[in-house]
């Protein structure tokens, strides 16, 4: 029983040569070990890629370096696919996927489809694969238990305006170019999705053993914020556990999940919305999270459509010319955050955010929410 790398068979010499002209000279030693299957040399190798992917500035990183770890992940997992240690190949996999460069990643792919196969194969056989009860995300929604927990003034201004099967022609002409917000509904009804992902238990079938990045803590401005690598499962555990302190709280946030997990993407559709303009995708992102998550006040340079598949979500949205109001980080990295806590307001600090308008809404299953560029916007499930 074996992975198979067709790419990383046909290129390895060039791709160990141009990581020898980079002063990989010792990860070239190692990793021609670990090509002959040497289970210790694949995991040095890994280690010594993965110090060059942290020795500066994510953007610094020599692009070879990249895909010495993707590299360096496919040999690890190969030595546990062999050794039938199916959910770390899996993990190791993941790992290159995510952190590693694109030269390989059709490997990836192709060997995350054979051990995600396996897997399942061995579930049935423990006869762990059956029937289960389905599993929802969210409780029933109580929407005046709702707004007593969302910041102040909520759902008593102006709303985001909805609807219904808006035409491409109006979308264009009433809100992609005057920048307006818009909630589209009935737009997602033939999406696979809506249906699959309101059942926790689906998403553990198809996903479960697949390790994603993760942020933990109240929002990514918090001093207790950080991010962790954890299994689906792990994560979703995490969130029926319902014991999760403000600084425990977990929030798979803003991941090219469906680049990395291909099944899931094949219960989305892509909206025709977003080639509206002429315009391509530049990402495409995901966000699975409980109460009490948020995602703090900010705008994004790009157009941006959120689409609701399960549960709900209220958000607030500011103009860009309330900008200067919203008084935005000054350090660079953070220029597009707002300094203001919209669940916390000091008034005194921040009094020109008092009588600032403002339109919010509370975005439903099956809607789609158009953010147009510079629109600053809060997030939170309800």
């Given at each position: ?127 762990r694969g059956g029937r289960h009860q389905k599993v929802e995300w969210y409780e029933d929604f109580n929407l005046a238990e709702a707004t007593r927990l969302l910041p102040a003034k909520s759902l008593s201004r102006k709303t985001v305006v909805k609807k219904c099967g808006l035409s491409l022609e109006g979308f264009l002409r009433e809100h992609f170019v005057p920048s307006l917000p818009v909630i589209i509904s009935g737009s997602m009804n033939h999406w696979p999705a809506t249906d699959r992902w309101s059942d926790m238990n689906y998403i553990k079938k198809v996903a479960g053993f697949r390790t994603v990045p993760v942020e933990v803590g109240r929002n990514y401005l918090s001093s207790d914020w950080k991010q962790e690598l954890i299994t689906i499962s ?149």
């Amino acid at each position: 029983m074996s992975l198979d790398t067709p790419i990383l068979d046909s290129q390895l010499p060039s791709l160990l040569h141009q990581i020898t002209e980079e002063g990989g000279y010792a990860f070239t030693s190692i990793a021609t070990r670990a090509a002959a299957g040497d289970t210790r040399a694949a995991e040095a190798a890994r280690e010594l890629a993965w110090e060059q992917l942290h020795s500066g500035p994510w953007h610094s990183v020599v692009p070879i370096w990249r895909d010495a770890y993707s590299m360096a992940c496919l040999h690890v997992a190969k030595c546990h696919f062999r050794s039938g240690e199916l959910e770390q190949a899996l993990r190791a996999l993941d790992m290159g996927l995510i952190m590693g460069g694109f030269t390989l990643r059709d490997d990836l792919n192709l060997c995350i489809r054979k051990a995600t196969q396996a897997l399942r194969d061995k579930d049935s056989g423990d006869d762990r694969g059956g029937r289960h009860q389905k599993v929802e995300w969210y409780e029933d929604f109580n929407l005046a238990e709702a707004t007593r927990l969302l910041p102040a003034k909520s759902l008593s201004r102006k709303t985001v305006v909805k609807k219904c099967g808006l035409s491409l022609e109006g979308f264009l002409r009433e809100h992609f170019v005057p920048s307006l917000p818009v909630i589209i509904s009935g737009s997602m009804n033939h999406w696979p999705a809506t249906d699959r992902w309101s059942d926790m238990n689906y998403i553990k079938k198809v996903a479960g053993f697949r390790t994603v990045p993760v942020e933990v803590g109240r929002n990514y401005l918090s001093s207790d914020w950080k991010q962790e690598l954890i299994t689906i499962s792990e994560f979703l555990e995490r969130i029926q556990s319902g014991h999760c302190s403000p600084a425990s709280t977990t929030y798979l946030a803003q991941h090219q999940l469906f680049d990395q997990i291909q099944v899931l993407k094949q219960d989305i559709v892509i909206p025709d919305y977003c080639f509206v303009g002429g315009g391509e995708i530049r990402s495409l992102n995901a966000w699975f999270g409980p109460l009490g998550t948020v995602t703090p006040l900010h705008h994004d340079p790009h157009h941006n459509i959120l689409a609701q598949v399960a549960g709900k979500k209220y958000i607030r949205l500011y103009s860009p010319s309330s900008s200067e109001e919203l008084y935005p980080h000054t350090e660079t990295m953070l220029c597009n955050s707002s300094q203001v806590d919209l669940d916390n307001i000091d008034e005194e600090e921040f009094p020109k955010i008092s009588d600032l308008g403002f339109m919010d809404c509370i975005l439903e299953e099956g809607e789609m929410l158009y953010i147009p560029p510079k629109w600053w916007h809060y997030v939170a499930p309800l």
